[in-house]
C-alpha cells in the first residue's frame, strides 16, 4: 500500500505489534552504560494486523503539545511525488503504537511539492512550524515554509528561500530568546569532522531572516567518511542545544547505521545579537546503534524535559522513540 499525499482521509500508519529484536539501544547514564533493545522493522512491509506500512522515515520531528508531533518525510520531486511529506504522530497508548495520520499538504506553486523535506521545527508559543528543505543537489528547492498545525492538517502560509548558500542541511532549530525569534541550523557536513552551526534573528510576518553567527561543532565521535556531524538540531525552553550525530555509509538504502544524541551548548545574546555558546564538553543522552537519527525534538511537560528522536532507516523505516533521562 503507497501513501500519497493526495488522500484526505489521513490513513493509519500504525507500527502495530511489531515484533523486532536484534537493534541494540545503548544510552549513558552518569558513568554507566546500560542497554535497551528497540524495535526497527525489518522484512516485510506489511507490519500491521491490517497490513498496513511501517513508519516511512522521520526526517524531521516538532512536538505540537500533549501527545503530538509533526513529523516531515524526505520525498523527492518529481520521482516520488505519490509519497507522503508530513503527518501527525501520536504517541502509544497500547499494543498498537505510534499512531500516524498522513496529511493532505498544498504546496505552493510554481515548483509545487517540496524536495527532500529533512528539518520541522515549533515557533515557541504558537501553533506555527518551520520545514525546510535540504539544499541535496542544488536547483531550486532550497525553500524554507511557514505553516500553521490544526488538529489533523497542515497549511502552508508563506516560503522563503534560504538565507545562505547552503549545501544538505538535515537540521533546524528556533528558539525564542528575550523577544527575539532565533533561526538556528547546520549543514550536515558528512565526512568531516566539524561542521558549523548558525544562529541568526528571524520575523515571521513576513517570514526573512537577518544576517547569523556560526560557531565551528566539533563532533566527539571518530569522524570517518560515513560520519555526519549534524544530522539533527533542536532546542528546548532555556535555550539548550541538542543534536544528533550518525554514521550512513551512503551507498545503497540497508545501513549500517549508528546515531548519537548530545546536549552542547546554549543560544544566548550579545547586546541583542544571537549567538550559540558550546559547552566544555558536550553531554551524551544516547547512542543507537543500527538505527540513524535524523530528527530530535523536545517534549516539556511538568517540569520535565523529555528528548525524542526520529530515524529515517531508509529501506528499514522509521521509528519515534524517548530517550531515558541522564543521571
Not at 542497554?35 to 522515515?57: I, K, M, Q, T
Not at 509519497?83 to 502509544?92: D, E, Q, Y
Amino acid at each position: 500500500m503507497v501513501f500519497r499525499d493526495t488522500q484526505t482521509d489521513s490513513r493509519r500508519l500504525d507500527r502495530s505489534r511489531c515484533d523486532h529484536r536484534g537493534v541494540r539501544f545503548a544510552t549513558l547514564a552518569a558513568t554507566a552504560l546500560s542497554a535497551l533493545l528497540l524495535s526497527a522493522c525489518g522484512g516485510d512491509r506489511a507490519a500491521g494486523p491490517r497490513g498496513e506500512d511501517p513508519l516511512p522515515d522521520l526526517s524531521g520531528l516538532a512536538w505540537l503539545g500533549g501527545d503530538r508531533f509533526l513529523a516531515v518525510h524526505d520525498a523527492k520531486n518529481p520521482a516520488e511525488d505519490d509519497r507522503i511529506r508530513a503527518s501527525i504522530l501520536r504517541l502509544p497508548r497500547s499494543l498498537a503504537g505510534v499512531d500516524a495520520h498522513a496529511l493532505d499538504v498544498e504546496w505552493p506553486d510554481p515548483l509545487g511539492k517540496s524536495n527532500d523535506l529533512e528539518s520541522a521545527d515549533p515557533i515557541p508559543g504558537t501553533n506555527r512550524v518551520l520545514l525546510a528543505e535540504s539544499g541535496d543537489g542544488g536547483g531550486p528547492f532550497r525553500r524554507i515554509f511557514l505553516a500553521e498545525v490544526g488538529d489533523e492538517s497542515l497549511e502552508i502560509h508563506s516560503f522563503a528561500p534560504w538565507p545562505e548558500q547552503i549545501e544538505n542541511v538535515e537540521g533546524i532549530a528556533v528558539a525564542r530568546v528575550g523577544r527575539r525569534l532565533v533561526f538556528l541550523w547546520a549543514e550536515r557536513a558528512q565526512g568531516e569532522a566539524a561542521t558549523t552551526i548558525w544562529a541568526g534573528p528571524m520575523e515571521t510576518d513576513p517570514l526573512r531572516f537577518e544576517e547569523p553567527r556560526g560557531v565551528e561543532f566539533t563532533t566527539p565521535e571518530s569522524h570517518t567518511p560515513a560520519t555526519r556531524p549534524v544530522s539533527a538540531l533542536a532546542v528546548d525552553s532555556r535555550g539548550r542545544l541538542y543534536v544528533g550525530t550518525a554514521f550512513d555509509r551512503d551507498v545503497g538504502d540497508n545501513g549500517p547505521y549508528r546515531s548519537s544524541v548530545w546536549r552542547i551548548g546554549r543560544v544566548r545574546t550579545t547586546l541583542g545579537i544571537p549567538h550559540v555558546v558550546l559547552d566544555p564538553e558536550p553531554t551524551l543522552l544516547g547512542t543507537l546503534d543500527g538505527l540513524k537519527v535524523e530528527s530530535v525534538a523536545v517534549r516539556e511537560q511538568g517540569g520535565r524535559f523529555d528528548v525524542y528522536v526520529g530515524t529515517d532507516d531508509e529501506n528499514w523505516g522509521g521509528v519515534l522513540r524517548p530517550l531515558p533521562p541522564p543521571g
